[in-house]
């Protein structure tokens, strides 16, 4: 027999009644039934019960054992009675008669329990990872990791793309978020960097003369984190020769609908081909730029019914060409202590307030201040073109919607939320295509890209000369699913002119172009393919598939909000040695 064990604990079923076997695991935990001791045992493929009697060999050791205990047994399999079968345990019919017990690591005193999750700080957490990671629900989410990445692999593949390693040590780049710098020893006062994406040399394979790309990328970029952001993670990282947008879709849409109906459990899934949303459109409707569209609410511009009169503050408002005034509404919001909820809400969020007209059943109609100096039927003309009636409700917005549609969005989530509108049990997905080329920076008076300025703008060289650059739209686009942004992706600017014209609309000379991008640019010179691709991130896949709202549930050694590793004790100080060889003095913030 083998030295740890003949069966997982996992394995054994009815048909292995009789059977003498070997076991190794954990002490999952421990029940004394009058003279009988239980014992769950675990290892990462189940649990299997084991019962000791007082004339077991070992009976005195295993009641003294802590949970965590690591052991070893020898027994035979025997059935339970009816009444004891554990329907709900794969191994649930039977369980083993300990013979000869073996101790093979006696745990110390827990600082985290295992058995039953109870809630438990995340700083105990994340320094005890290795018992966090003992515990059901996070160990089949670093299982479930593993499969999605086997699965997403395996689909690409199939679509004829290869897989390819692209640097971890590489050149810092001035776009996005900060960079994770490297000092170099062999080259003083020079840095690399970790990169923030394969972005430039996923396009240099295109350029190379590879064809369809692909790599689960680690990336690292020096941001601030919150819960579906960290310090590093890992996409699913995508480029294409010879396409348009409409094959980068045709290509990525049964990848990912393909994981998420996999790993679903039952769950529906938006079919093919995934409704695509124009930006400008999705910001019209939903207040966001990554739309939770199983939340039915849409926002609608209503100006025209407070336009000349009526509200006399929205009139005032509207006679600013620019602003305008939105509603969000809310089916079954029709009551004043909801309106008034939302309103205190809207308040908690540095609001004056939220106006609202509401279905009052003391007035058999339409009810609220806005309501009241609309009039009867022009009330009524409003919320019809809503699609409200009976038991209804609206919310009302104004000013200059570049400002407050991000609230308008959060206004259509909360009402979405606080009604029960919102499905919970299905994943939508949606294309938000026709990105903004450029936008106006105010800090600096002047345009600057938007997204991503490595794409190509719709109407290319014709549009950069001659459209106004915050009217040009580009070939960008996001897959969203339940509110998240899971990837960006664009098709490239793959001509030197073109993109040095669209670093020039955005204030950057030729020179600095060329100084920081000029292994690209020097590549496109000698012939470049059109191309596009995408990257979709794992750690947010997974984190929806395992009904999570944290990355940190779906990494198995994650940092904490500060960026720390409290297990490993990173980021950690490191002596003068290590310093003088990279030739760095520190310059250290003086404390206050």
């Not at 009644?17 to 002490?27: A, C, D, E, H």
């Not at 019960?49 to 007082?54: A, I, N, R, T």
């Not at 100096?373 to 409700?393: C, H, K, R, V």
């Not at 686009?477 to 030197?496: F, M, T, W």
């Amino acid at each position: 027999m083998h030295a740890y064990r003949s069966h997982t604990c996992g394995a054994l079923r009815a048909a292995d009644t009789g059977s003498t076997v070997r076991l190794s695991g954990w002490i999952n935990r421990k029940r004394d039934h009058g003279g009988l001791v239980f014992v769950d045992l675990r290892d990462h493929y189940g649990l299997t019960q084991l019962v000791f009697s007082p004339e077991t060999p070992g009976f005195s050791t295993v009641e003294r054992l802590r949970a965590e205990s690591v052991i070893r047994i020898d027994g035979e399999v025997v059935a339970r009675s009816p009444e004891t079968v554990n329907a709900n345990l794969p191994t649930g019919e039977v369980e083993v008669r300990v013979r000869e017990l073996t101790v093979l690591s006696e745990a110390a005193e827990l600082p985290l329990p295992v058995f039953g999750e109870p809630d438990y700080p995340e700083e105990i957490r994340l320094k005890n990872r290795h018992l966090d990671l003992r515990r059901e629900t996070l160990h089949r989410n670093i299982v479930l990791r593993s499969k999605v990445i086997h699965s997403i692999r395996t689909r690409m593949i199939a679509q004829d793309f290869l897989e390819y390693q692209t640097p971890i040590l590489t050149a810092s780049s001035p776009e996005g978020a900060r960079d994770f710098l490297v000092p170099s020893r062999l080259h003083p006062g020079k840095f690399y960097a970790l990169p923030q994406a394969p972005q430039q040399f996923k396009q240099l394979l295109m350029v190379s003369g590879f064809d369809r790309y692909f790599q689960i990328a680690p990336c690292f970029r020096d941001e601030d984190l919150r819960a579906d952001r960290s310090l590093e993670f890992y996409q699913l990282d995508v480029e294409m020769s010879f396409v348009t947008q409409d094959d980068v879709f045709a290509a990525m849409e049964p990848v990912m609908h393909g994981v998420f109906e996999e790993f679903a459990d039952g769950k529906p899934v938006t079919a093919m081909p995934f409704p695509r949303i124009p930006y400008r459109e999705a910001i019209a409707k939903y207040g966001s730029d990554k739309p939770d569209l199983r939340n039915p609410i849409q926002m609608a511009d209503v100006s025209d019914h407070f336009r000349g009169g009526g509200f006399g503050l929205f009139a005032r408002i509207l006679e600013d060409a620019k602003n305008a005034v939105w509603a969000v509404p809310a089916p079954t919001g029709g009551s004043r202590a909801f309106c008034d909820r939302m309103n205190s809400w809207a308040q908690g969020e540095g609001q004056p307030g939220l106006g609202y007209i509401f279905w009052s059943e003391d007035q058999g109609g339409w009810g609220g201040p806005i309501a009241k100096n609309l009039g009867a039927e022009p009330a009524q003309a409003l919320m019809a073109s809503l699609g409200l009636g009976q038991g209804d409700a609206a919310f009302f917005v104004a000013g200059d919607p570049k400002v407050f549609y991000k609230f308008a969005g959060l206004a259509r989530t909360k009402a979405g939320t606080d009604l029960g509108l919102i499905d919970e049990n299905r994943f939508a997905f949606c294309w938000i295509v026709d990105f903004p080329m450029f936008e106006w920076n105010d800090d600096e008076k002047r345009v600057d890209f938007s997204h991503n300025p490595f794409s190509m703008p719709q109407g290319e060289m014709e549009a950069l000369e001659t459209r106004d650059p915050l009217e040009i739209l580009a070939y960008q686009y996001d897959i969203v699913c339940n509110g998240y942004e899971l990837c960006s992706g664009a098709i490239r600017n793959h001509k030197p002119e073109i993109m040095l014209k669209a670093f020039e609309v955005a204030g950057y000379g030729a020179n600095v172009v060329e100084e920081q991008f000029g292994g690209m640019l020097n590549a496109f010179r000698h012939g470049a393919p059109p191309h596009g691709g995408m990257a979709p991130g794992i750690d947010r896949i997974v984190m929806l598939l395992a009904n999570e709202t944290a990355i940190r549930e779906v990494i198995a050694f994650p940092l904490n909000q500060q960026g720390q590793d409290l297990m490993m004790n990173a980021p950690s100080e490191v002596d003068e040695r290590q310093l003088k060889d990279l030739h760095i003095r520190l310059a250290l913030p003086i404390k206050a």
